[in-house]
């Protein structure tokens, strides 16, 4: 599937995609649940690949 986004639209969903990653961090550093933390770590590793397949600034 291809997206077409204007270079706001970008910046947008790149500022919005790093400050969710900064709060998967913060859960995970407070979550003691093995499951919860299983499925944190995939949904962190999951936005930093969408955030490095994003063009460059």
């Known amino acids: 599937m ?4 204007t270079d ?3 910046e947008l969903l790149r500022r919005v995609l790093s400050s969710h990653l900064l709060s998967l961090r913060e ?3 407070r979550t003691e649940k093995h499951n919860w933390r299983v499925h ?11 955030l ?5 600034a």
């Open 2 to 5: 291809d997206i077409s986004l």
């Open 8 to 10: 706001q639209e970008l």
């Open 27 to 29: 859960e995970l550093r």
């Open 40 to 50: 944190l770590r995939e949904e962190e590793n999951t936005v930093k690949a969408l």
């Open 52 to 56: 490095g397949r994003l063009p460059a």
